[in-house]
Structure formats: C-alpha cells, structure tokens
C-alpha cells in the first residue's frame, strides 16, 4: 500500500477537512424534504460533495454497508463504503489507482462532476472476495451554489448470473437438439418411406425440428429483451415469405380443421428487411389467428404497399373481448394460461424495436380480428428512433 495521502494515479486524492464534511452535511439535511425522500427510495443512494465524499446516505445505503450509522459514512467515498479491494490499495483512498480508471462507479461520478448526469455498470471486487455487479447513476445538483452528486445503485448480480446461465442453457441445448435433428434426419433416411418405423422415424425428425425452431424463438425473445438481439437486414420478396409462413402453418397442430389462405391480391414487393425475425412476426400473428378461430374457419393473410413499407395482415373471423384488446400486447398477459402469452408481445417487440416498424390491431363482432405489422422497406437508421414495446 502507498502510504502518501496526496499520490493518485487516477482521480484527485483531495479529501475535504472535517468542517467542511459539516457544513455540506448540514446544506443536505436543511434542504425542504431531500432527506426524507431519499430514505424513502428502496435503492441505496448518497450525496457526494466535490471531492467524492459522501455527505449524506439514505436508510437502504446503511443497511447495505452494514447498518452503519450516517456519522461513520460521512467522509468517505463510494469504494470504501462497499469494501472495493482497490480502495485500500493507496492512502488516498478510492478512485487514486489504476484500476479505478475501469471503474464504471467513478467514471459516472466524475460526468456528474462535469454537469452530465451519467449511467454506468460496475463491478466490484471485494476484500472478502465477494463481487458486486452494479448498475450505478450519478446525477449534478446544486444547493446554495454548492455542487454535488446524487449516486445511486442497484445491484444486478443476480439478473447477471441469471443471463450468464441462460446463454449457457441456450448454446447446450440447442448442441443437443441438432444432434437429435441429425440422426433423426439419418434414421428416417435408412428406412424404406412404406414401413410404419419410417413414419415414426420421421415424424422424431420433424418434432426436432420444431424443437429446435421453438428454442431458437426463445433465444431471440431474451436477446430482444435484453437489447443484444444485432438485425441483419438482407433483400426479400413479402409475398415469398407470407406462402413460406402459410405453408408452414398448414401441417401445425393448431391448424387442424382450419383454413389459411393467402389473400389473392397480395403483391410481390421487395424489401430490406431482417428475415428471421420478420418471419417470426408473422408466424405469430398466424398462430395467434389460428388459436382464435373454430374449426371450418379460415384465417387470411395479406400483404400490400403502403408509402415507403408494407402491410402484413392476419386476419380471423371472431372479435376479441374488450379485456383481451386493452392488454394484449402486456408481456405476461395471456387467455391460453399461465406461462402463454408471449405471441402478441413479441410481435410488437419484434417489429417495433428491431425493424423500425408500427404494429395495431382492429377488432369488432362484424368485421373479425386483424393485425397488422407495417415494416419500411429499406432498414431503419440507427438515428431513427423506434417506439418501444
């Protein structure tokens, strides 16, 4: 440890004396309901005077550190108050070494310290050997002509590992439903199409297939969710893709007595689009009519050119309920039980925040149910901004 209280290799190792700590303590506690609001907020906050140190912490800030009382904080700064092993590592404290100049915490409160509010993850490694993985705000503000930072944080170890372990999940199993498609493909090709283990052997390779197809659905929903989902934008025909997606749909299990045409005056209009994730809108705007219509009905997909984008449509001939129409893009809204319901939300999140396009529906006892995904033809700029989900 280097024991000189002025050495830094990053950020200013000045500390404010004791009075001062005082008198900013004081500005805090004195202004109209600051104090009282902040013990009110469930996320550990504190306010930091110019040079890092903290002047008041709210009641969940406390609590984290150990339920130190608000006298012990003050004074000293973020990395200190939650145990960072580098915040040990020189005599000027937090923020003085070289590894804090990766430390998102502290890159966040020097923006602030400039006039910008920011927004940062931090990870922290403890003197225990504990890690934090922290999302961590830092916003400006003044009282008395008196500059200081509100820091607040959320600890995001566990939505972390939870997305570590999903990605994992993801990789391994679609590993093992390939590897099921694939020698379901060579049984079914080893034995004569007449035998009845022919069927059976085909009817393993088309169940993998859906597997597969149904896992990779549910990979592209977290990564949207997550906003790691990267469009790749390549030249198609609307009219190829709505047969693709009807003709699939034919042989499904919640087509069974049902009908889905193609409307016949659906044009060919070439777009730039994502195809995948086009073709999964559209797949669920189809199941999603198709589970809503009886047996003997049909449902009827549609594409047309309207100024600069298409319009696809899937239409079923029954109205949705009123409490169905004024929740049924919700993520965990659902008439088919629990766990269902992830069709109609996709269908928005999809189009609206990866494809740059609008997504509605209509729906009356006389006219049916339509949905409609307008999608542009050319890919959205990244400037361009998309109404989120």
Sequence with gaps: MLTDPSYSEFASPARSCAEAIETDR???????????????????????????????????????AAREPLQDLLGRRPGEVLDCTYAQRNAAGCGTTRFCS??????????????????????????????????????????QGRRFTLFTLADQSSEKRRRALERLFYHDVLNTAGGLYGYADLLAELIPEGEEPGRYARSIFNLSGTIIEEIRAQKELSAAENQELVPRFVPLEARALLEEVASGYRGHQVSKGKTIQVAADSTEIPLNTDRTLLKRVLGNMTKNALEASAPGETVTLHCEAREGSVAFTAHNPKAMPESVQLQVFKRSFSTKGVGRGLGTYSIKLFTERYLGGRVWFTSSPDQGTTFTALVPLMPPSPETPTEAP
């Design 26 to 64: 004081r500005l805090v506690a004195e202004a109209p309901g600051l104090a009282q609001t902040l013990d009110l907020t469930p996320e550990p906050a504190v306010i930091l005077n110019e040079n890092r140190q903290i002047v008041h912490a709210n009641r969940a800030l406390r609590e984290l």
């Design 102 to 143: 990766e430390c998102g915490a502290l890159k966040a409160i020097l923006s602030s310290q400039k006039g910008e509010a920011a927004q940062q993850e931090c990870q922290i490694l403890q003197k225990s050997g504990d890690a934090l993985d922290l999302k961590v705000w830092a916003n400006p503000f003044e009282i």
